[in-house]
């Protein structure tokens, strides 16, 4: 059985930074898309990061390029850097993972990720 579980979350300033994490289990590390997702209330959830587990190919939303990175262990936990973190960034994020493919396209799409995580709550002030 596949369980995702998030961590990280918490309230910062403006300008901070956060580092979420994604411990993962149930399925074999290699050859997955992971991603990162966040949504607001009354808003879809939208893609944020992917991440191909068989390498290290990465793609971001343009809203947080130069400022999120995301990587993971080769075990079975995913990471999200998050700096110079803005209000704007403020929503819950899940982690999400598709196993058996690569990243291409995925990043605009929920319903290609079966798996989800329960979210963590980011929360950025000014």
């Known amino acids: 059985q596949v369980h995702l579980v998030e961590s990280g979350g918490g309230s910062v300033q403006v300008g901070g930074s956060l580092r979420l994490s994604c411990r993962t289990s149930g399925f074999a590390w290699g050859m997955n898309c992971m991603a990162w997702f966040r949504q607001t209330p009354g808003r879809e959830r939208e893609g944020i990061a992917t991440?191909?587990?068989?390498?290290?190919?990465t793609e971001y939303r343009d809203s947080v390029k130069g400022r999120f990175t995301i990587s993971h262990d080769n075990a079975n936990t995913v990471f999200l850097q998050m700096d110079n973190l803005r209000p704007e960034d403020t929503a819950m994020y899940y982690c999400?993972?598709?196993?058996?493919?690569?990243?291409?396209?995925?990043?605009?799409?929920?319903?290609?990720?079966?798996?989800w995580g329960q979210g963590t709550q980011v929360t950025v002030s000014s």
């Open positions: 991440i191909y587990t068989g390498g290290s190919s």
């Open positions: 999400a993972a598709a196993t058996g493919g690569y990243c291409h396209g995925k990043l605009e799409t929920t319903s290609d990720f079966p798996y």
